[in-house]
């Protein structure tokens, strides 16, 4: 299906299920139930889920097949978001053009950014990506607030030009669109308790999110890709043979900035702001983390990664000692007085602790991530069945 081999199809047909059925998938629980806030079907959150996929999709073209482990790709996150922000304030509300501009400008900057810090590898590479994500968010901050906007951010204007646009609708700024229809509207089903939200932003967020999945497959299968984990395998051998292994880590380090500006540009179509905080080094690190949970080198590893680290930021920060009583309600006084104790630094804004812990039980236990984790069980379940068969024919009686 589409040049990919049966083993890719199926995952690509997964992912594609997955992110079309999300608004079903992610309210298991019925409106006004305790459980209810573990809900996560509503548009802001899914929003994130496939726009931080895209960015950790990226992130792993380059980190899962070269090794070059880069401190610094939120700069070019943050690069698509302000050149997203300066088309639909020169240009037109349409989100197309933002993207496209985000797409383009990230991947000019990493051009500038990959020619410098690839001549170095290893820690001295990481090293100089950070130097250059922190050296981006300072003259965004401070030295570039014409273009930026310093620590307010850049925003939209009613006295923004919008050549090929309108600069205000009713007295206000109009909405970002795809060709007319607003990325904010949504449509609602009801199902007895369930209600299920339909955003047009989060399916044109899915679409493209599919066709970065899409291509990353083909990267992952191509010769291309195979030059890639060689360079990751043994760097030095191939330099030996002869082969200059800089443009194919430069082309990389390209394409994945083109993907951080693709996140960029998505960020700023669902909510037109770019701030300086977008580049900071702990933004880049949150990529790491994701991909790394995920599982580094896999094809739905990222995806997992970033769904994961962003359903534990928007769920569990928002449980509070009112809602662990609620819970505990049952217990005795003083029991449910240490238990909310002890869970107390785990939830709310300590919700960073349960992450940490998350992540060292993956990196110790499951090298390969979440997708590791995966295979392990399926794994189980493959060597049971012939188990169960071959016990079954033991207890046949003999004809």
Request: hydrophobic share 50%; charged share 10%.
């Amino acid at each position: 299906m589409f040049g990919l081999n049966k083993k890719d199809s199926v995952l690509f047909v997964l992912v594609l299920f997955l992110t079309m059925c999300a608004p079903f998938l992610l309210n298991p629980f019925p409106q006004g139930s305790e459980l209810a806030q573990f809900n996560a079907g509503y548009p802001d959150l899914m929003q994130r889920f496939v726009i931080f996929g895209i960015f950790a999709i990226g992130f792993n073209i380059l980190f899962g097949l070269t090794g070059y482990l880069s401190f610094g790709h939120a700069a070019f996150l943050g690069v698509g978001s302000y050149a997203g922000v300066w088309m639909m304030k020169l240009l037109t509300m349409n989100v197309i053009p933002a993207i496209m501009i985000s797409v383009i400008v990230a991947g000019l900057f990493s051009v500038l950014v990959g020619y410098v810090s690839l001549r170095r590898s290893g820690i001295y590479f990481s090293i100089l990506t950070l130097a250059f994500a922190q050296m981006s968010f300072s003259l965004a901050y401070s030295v570039l607030t014409p273009i930026t906007n310093g620590e307010t951010g850049l925003q939209l204007n009613l006295d923004d030009p919008r050549i090929l646009g309108v600069s205000e609708v009713n007295g206000s700024i109009p909405p970002p669109n795809l060709f007319g229809l607003s990325l904010r509207d949504s449509a609602e089903m009801t199902f007895g308790n369930w209600v299920f939200t339909f955003n047009t932003g989060y399916y044109m967020c899915a679409v493209l999110m599919l066709i970065a999945f899409y291509i990353s497959i083909r990267i992952f299968r191509s010769p291309f890709g195979m030059m890639l984990r060689a360079v990751k395998s043994n760097q030095q051998r191939l330099n030996y043979t002869g082969l200059n292994t800089k443009p194919y880590t430069l082309a990389a380090f390209v394409i994945s900035g083109m993907y951080a500006g693709l996140a960029g540009g998505l960020m700023v179509a669902m909510d037109p702001l770019a701030g300086a905080e977008r580049m900071q080094w702990t933004a880049s690190g949150e990529v790491v983390l994701m991909t790394i949970l995920g599982g580094a080198g896999t094809l739905i590893g990222p995806v997992l990664g970033a769904s994961f680290i962003k359903y534990c930021e928007n769920i569990f920060s928002k449980i509070n000692d009112n809602i662990l009583h609620q819970w505990f309600a049952f217990m005795p006084d003083g029991i449910e007085d240490v238990i909310v104790f002890l869970v107390h630094p785990f939830v709310g804004k300590g919700w960073h602790l349960t992450l940490g812990l998350m992540f060292m039980l993956v990196v110790i236990f499951l090298p390969g991530g979440l997708v590791e984790g995966g295979q392990r069980i399926g794994r189980l379940f493959r060597r049971r069945k012939p188990d169960a068969a071959s016990d079954a024919s033991q207890t046949k009686p003999a004809e």
